[in-house]
């Protein structure tokens, strides 16, 4: 017992060292508009590394307007008056008029059946033009050829349930011009393209949802397992939406969520911070102060009962279980998280020897402690992608049997101090590069108030007993709060290519 | 309020195009006005090499950032040396390599005491090596050697493990239909290198039921000797020491084998033409344009590499400006050179779009392929996709890591050491002349295999538009 003990001690000690450590990397500072800094110091190669984190996410879609988020995410990349344009006056006018157009085309075709299919046509001539007009004026992108050509590295953006995420790399003589460059984006955003640029968005909805058995499915899950709060809605938003919103809309939104306040930005790698802090006041100075957007969102009623999900594919079966659970702040989480360890890390995790290596009847099987977010209430999956010959029921039935196994015997010592470990070594590997860190420090300082929670959240997941585990699973992976989600084949399959 | 704020945002940048005023009344510069100081001088560590008493070659170079200890070794086999009635043979080897465990202990009996102690020890076969890798937090990074040690030199190939990674292959083939972007892909290597090829031959139900014990071990005798590996370690250890503890631990194995041949010559011929592999339940058809290219030792390489960037590779890039920006039908498209280290590699560019614009799409993405054959590309594209280059070079020295791989990569090739630099150099005089020559040179549309993937009864204009259709049967072939 005590040889037991001595490992878990040095591990908390070990993280306590490791925050000690970055104390002296790590500079943060907010400006007057609220905006906040993280600086990480990393002096081993000349570059940097810059993340942009928005508390801002899909859950903030306005109603029949989701993919907003996600749709402004794009748009942060046209521009802005001076970058991406070849004359400014011109290009706005010509813009205003695509917007007046467009409103007409709407207010048309709203008439629905009464609609006068030859002014709709007329009209949609008209816009073609004045977006032609429009786009006569563009530098196509401009914003991108030159993080490009100055060496910009892994340049790209996230939109998720809860936040929203800007970052690439330069080389450390480059800083300038990311300050340059990033506050010129929220400072005033151009909505250049917009209709094309909507039409990608659509695309890229079609590729990771509408011809992905398993996009498909996890769609219908969230649909399913929420009845009332907006993690029901992927980030990606739903097609008709996406087909309508228009570039007010996004300016709206823009304008209510991309407050200075809602935004921290993390710098890791060969920075100064001293200088970091010169030129933060000098570029991102110029934001003015708004007040924090409204936080409150729909809260999901209790479930009072199993739902199930399918969805007809004729590619092979996936089955996902979601139980609900808490949101990231509950006392639980170090708990669930420790669960989920135990359940599916490796491969010595339950899961995974019971289905995939000892009753083969998975190619893949896991679980996953949070999702789709971690700000609201969220939900606690199981996943399987079953083994040729057996089917999604035979899984699902196995999966009630692990789960009713860590409902009545409570894990080993030894498996809960190897879980231990493991999350330890995985704070440590996380430190490992500029990218990395920009990010956690920046979610953890949003998400928890204090970057420091990176390195504490470990004594907590120190202190979960075999018995809170044991708790954990019988409080909420119950029937009531679950949600099945499978795939099926249907039955007369004219896939050419599918398996018997 | 939130109007206001945009108002004054539009107007000081109107009035004044190149400053806008600022809150505090600084002004900011335009990014063309910007100076940048001279980049510091990149440290380059430089590796430490020898070769064991047995054989085997090793490179290590400290990190002490962390306290962890990582190592890959690269075994001169490959999937290229499966035979042809049993492909997939060198891939389930080096998956049971690792699950099955050694002679003393089995694989779940190496998977715990492993997690104990959050280590990890792996093993997977690529086309032209085979790799092995360990991680380990410095405290117990012995320990992790030893096991990775014991598994590379003593494995005891297991019934029941052969059993699984054999059933969990014949899932993966089951399943390979399911995406869509994985089967244009695939469909595209296999007319380009040929499907009897080993480059481009698929894996079937059949492989996997004429393969057993016996061939496992064999292929494992033949390419898992000392002289046939490369080990680079780094980490938080010092350089002294470790080769001390590897020059013991690794003492004794010593089994010997004749040279590894080289791999097979590639020996297609291009396969110009539309494919089809027909798909019901998308949206979107997913297709790869390709033919061969070349290997890194082309001395056009580097011209190449600029050329197809200008072509298809980031925001900037033609096909992205065109398809995406200006067409709005693609989310992803994209196009690379494709250059591989021995043998010539694939030029592709792989894009999707609506069912209903696929033709479209696909002929706007050939038009591109013949535009930069027309004429010679701007002054504006060259530099900037030359800056990306150059400027990003230090990227290649941001962790001893990569360093580190990049070296082992080298020998392990027969590159020369100074291979990057003189990459370099010569992206750096490439001019507008050699983009022209190059693309005409080494990229012919009539040699362009096209592949789509997707549900034809909702293509907009017929396929047929792009040449002649011939069609893929997806089926998977049962075992017997």
């Known amino acids: 017992m005590l040889f037991l003990l001595l490992p878990c001690l040095l591990a908390a000690q070990s993280a306590a060292e490791l925050q000690k450590s970055f104390e002296k990397k790590v500079t943060e500072f907010t400006l007057a508009n609220g905006l906040h800094f993280i600086v990480i110091e990393r002096h081993e190669a000349p ?147 917009f209709y094309k640029e909507r039409d990608v968005v659509r695309e890229e909805r079609r590729m990771r949802v509408e011809s992905s058995s398993q996009g498909k499915l996890v769609e219908a899950l969230a649909a399913t397992a929420y009845a009332a709060h907006p993690y029901r809605n992927m980030p990606g938003g739903w097609a008709s939406d996406i087909d309508h919103f228009r570039r007010p809309d996004a300016e709206r939104f823009y304008q209510e969520y991309y407050v200075p306040a809602n935004m921290t930005l993390g710098i890791a790698g060969d920075v100064n911070p001293a200088e970091a802090r010169r030129l933060a006041e000098k570029y991102f100075g110029r934001l003015a102060a708004r007040p924090l957007p409204s936080q409150y969102r729909t809260e999901e009623p209790v479930q009072e009962g199993e739902k199930r999900v399918v969805v007809s594919s004729p590619a092979q079966p996936f089955l996902i279980l979601a139980y609900k659970r808490p949101d990231r702040h509950s006392a639980d989480d170090a708990a669930l998280a420790v669960l989920d360890s135990v359940l599916s890390d490796g491969r010595t995790g339950i899961i995974y020897k019971d289905m995939v290596r000892d009753k083969q009847m998975a190619l893949g099987a896991g679980s996953q402690p949070q999702f789709p977010g971690g700000k609201y209430p969220s939900l606690f999956l199981f996943f399987v992608a079953p083994s040729t010959g057996h089917s999604t029921e035979e899984n699902e039935k196995e999966l009630y049997h692990i789960i009713e196994q860590v409902k009545t015997t409570k894990v080993d010592e030894a498996t809960l101090q190897r879980v231990k470990t493991k999350l330890r070594a995985e704070l440590i590997r996380k430190l490992a590069s500029n990218t990395g860190l920009a990010v956690e420090l920046c979610s953890y300082y949003v998400n928890y108030g204090d970057w420091r929670r990176l390195f504490t959240e470990l004594e907590d997941y120190t202190k979960v007993t075999a018995e809170d585990v044991q708790r954990v699973a019988r409080t909420y992976l119950i029937p009531e709060h679950r949600t099945v989600a499978y795939t099926y084949a249907p039955t007369a399959s004219s896939e050419k290519g599918g398996v018997q | 309020m939130t109007r206001r704020g945009v108002l004054c945002g539009l107007l000081s940048v109107a009035c004044a195009p190149f400053f806008a005023a600022t809150g505090q009344g600084q002004t900011v510069p335009s990014y063309q006005q910007l100076v940048y100081p001279p980049l510091k001088p990149v440290k380059i560590p430089e590796p430490v090499s020898f070769t064991l008493k047995n054989g085997m070659r090793v490179f290590l170079l400290e990190d002490h950032e962390l306290p962890v200890i990582n190592g890959l070794a690269l075994v001169r086999t490959g999937n290229l040396f499966d035979p042809p009635d049993k492909r997939g043979l060198s891939t389930v080897m ?185 798909k019901s339940d998308v949206t979107q058809t997913f297709f790869s344009l390709g033919e061969l290219s070349g290997t890194l030792r082309d001395p056009d390489y580097p011209a190449l590499e600029v050329a197809v960037n200008i072509l298809g590779s980031g925001f900037t890039s033609r096909l992205m400006s065109q398809i995406r920006t200006k067409m709005g039908l693609a989310y992803s498209i994209g196009a690379g050179w494709g250059a591989a280290y021995d043998h010539p590699g694939t030029f592709r560019i792989v894009g999707s779009t609506k069912s209903a614009t696929t033709t479209e799409a696909i002929l706007a993405a050939r038009a591109e392929v013949e535009k930069m054959r027309a004429a010679e590309v701007s002054e504006q594209e060259l530099k900037t996709a030359k800056d990306a280059v150059l400027n990003s070079f230090v990227f290649f020295f941001d962790s001893p890591a990569k360093t580190l791989n990049r070296v082992m990569m080298y020998e392990y090739f027969g590159y020369p050491k100074d291979f990057l630099f003189e990459y370099q150099k010569k992206v750096a005089a490439v001019t507008r002349a050699d983009v022209l020559r190059v693309f005409r040179e080494h990229i012919n549309p009539a040699n362009l295999s096209i592949v789509a993937v997707g549900n034809p009864k909702d293509f907009g204009k017929p396929l047929s538009a792009a040449g002649n259709v011939e069609k893929i049967d997806l089926s998977i072939p049962p075992a017997k």
């Not at chain 1, 306005?62 to 001076?82: D, Q, R």
């Not at chain 2, 380990?136 to 590379?152: D, P």
């Open chain 2, 94 to 278: 080096a998956d049971v390599l690792r699950a099955s465990g050694t002679r003393a202990k089995t694989g779940d009996q190496i998977d715990e005491e492993l997690e104990d102690i959050a280590g990890s020890v792996e093993s997977s076969m690529g086309e032209t090596n085979a790799s092995m890798s360990f991680s380990g937090l410095k405290e117990t990074a012995g320990t992790v050697l030893r096991v990775f040690k014991e598994v590379m030199t003593d494995p005891e190939f297991r019934q029941d493990k052969i059993d699984l990674s054999i059933s969990q292959m014949n899932s993966g083939i089951d399943r390979r239909n399911d995406d869509p972007q994985g089967i244009a892909e695939r469909e595209l290597s296999s007319i380009v290198y040929g499907r009897n090829t080993p480059y481009g031959w698929s894996i079937e139900h059949a492989d996997m039921a004429r393969i057993r014990r016996d061939d496992l071990q064999q292929f494992y005798r033949r390419y898992y000797f000392p002289k046939n590996i490369m080990l680079a370690v780094y980490g938080d250890f010092s350089t002294a020491e470790m080769r001390d503890q590897l020059e013991k631990l690794f003492d004794g194995w010593s089994p010997e084998q004749p040279p590894v041949p080289a791999f097979p010559p590639v020996t297609a011929k291009a396969a110009p033409g539309v494919y089809l592999a027909e």
């Open chain 1, 47 to 193: 570059v940097v590394s810059f993340h942009t984190y928005m508390n801002v996410g899909s859950v903030d879609d306005p109603g029949g307007e989701t993919g907003l988020a996600h749709m402004f995410e794009h748009m942060a990349f046209k521009g802005t008056p001076t970058i991406g344009t070849k004359n400014w006056p011109a290009e706005k006018a010509a813009m205003d008029e695509v917007d007046r157009v467009y409103a007409r085309l709407d207010a048309e075709s709203n008439k629905g059946l009464h609609a006068d299919s030859k002014k709709v046509a007329a009209i949609e001539t008209e816009l073609e033009a004045d977006m032609a007009k429009a786009e006569s004026y563009v530098e196509p992108n401009e914003y991108d050829r030159v993080v490009e050509s100055n060496g910009g590295l892994d340049m790209n953006a996230s939109t998720g349930e809860d936040s929203t995420n800007y970052y690439y790399s330069f080389p450390s003589n480059r800083i300038e011009l990311w300050f340059l460059l990033e506050s010129e984006r929220f400072l005033h955003p151009v909505f250049r393209e």
